[in-house]
């Protein structure tokens, strides 16, 4: 059964770097069917999408978070990470992992989440 | 990008009844490229329905999608207890994925 699980601080400070890790089981992170992805919420607010990785490497990512944000991955770990930089308050939201099927950019499974907040 | 208004913002509505949700693009969605997801308090989003049409795995056949174009919507026939929440369209078929703001679907 498929299992994905966020890990990292949940609070960071002002033009700090956010870093988050995802742990997947039960699916391979390599599997040829499937992107792995970002997805965050800000509080009372709506979800937006943040980005995608290939187990190949290859990215994509949101116009409006491009210059600062990095999703990498590590085939060893059965994990992938993002990395979101100069964070503002703006940036405060809980953060979603999920998996994205390679036919479309929607999300069919999805981490529990974790709360992170940006503050001094 | 595609703004996706979602109506109404929140519906409230007996065990049993059906719901009608609605989500419209501010341009045209390619590929019937819409999904809906269920999300309660505290919980991650569920995918309901992909391909503006498509149950996901596991998903009632209560549940049922329609639409193309701009206009979209999701159909809760036989409201069940575990259906109240807020109810999240998103469109893929264009760069890049954007959701609607939810409805929200309450007990009466």
């Known amino acids: 059964q498929l299992h994905l699980q966020e890990s990292g601080p949940g609070l960071a400070k002002p033009s700090e770097t956010l870093s988050l890790t995802c742990s997947v089981s039960?699916?391979?992170?390599?599997?040829?069917?499937?992107?792995w992805g970002w997805i965050r919420q800000p509080p009372g607010e709506g979800l937006e999408w943040i980005g995608t990785i290939y187990y190949t490497g290859g990215t994509y990512y949101h116009p409006s978070l491009n210059s600062r944000v990095t999703i990498s991955i590590d085939k060893s770990k059965n994990q992938f990470s993002l990395r979101l930089k100069s964070v503002t308050a703006a940036d405060t939201a809980t953060y979603y992992c999920?998996?994205?099927?390679?036919?479309?950019?929607?999300?069919?499974?999805w981490g529990q989440g974790t709360p992170v907040t940006v503050s001094s | 990008e595609i703004v996706l208004t979602q109506s109404p913002g929140a519906l409230s509505l007996s065990l049993g009844e059906s719901a009608t949700l609605s989500c419209r693009a501010s341009h045209s969605v390619s590929s019937s490229g819409l999904a809906w997801y269920q999300q309660k308090p505290g919980q991650a989003p569920r995918l309901l329905i992909y391909d503006a049409s498509n149950r996901a795995t596991g998903i009632p056949d209560r549940f049922s999608g329609s639409g193309s174009g701009t206009d979209f919507t999701l159909t809760i026939s036989r409201l069940e207890p575990e259906d109240f929440a807020v109810y999240s369209c998103q469109q893929y078929g264009s760069s890049p994925p954007t959701f609607g703001r939810g409805t929200k679907v309450e007990i009466k």
């Open positions: 039960g699916d391979a992170i390599t599997d040829i069917n499937y992107y």
């Open positions: 999920a998996r994205v099927p390679l036919d479309g950019d929607y999300a069919d499974h």
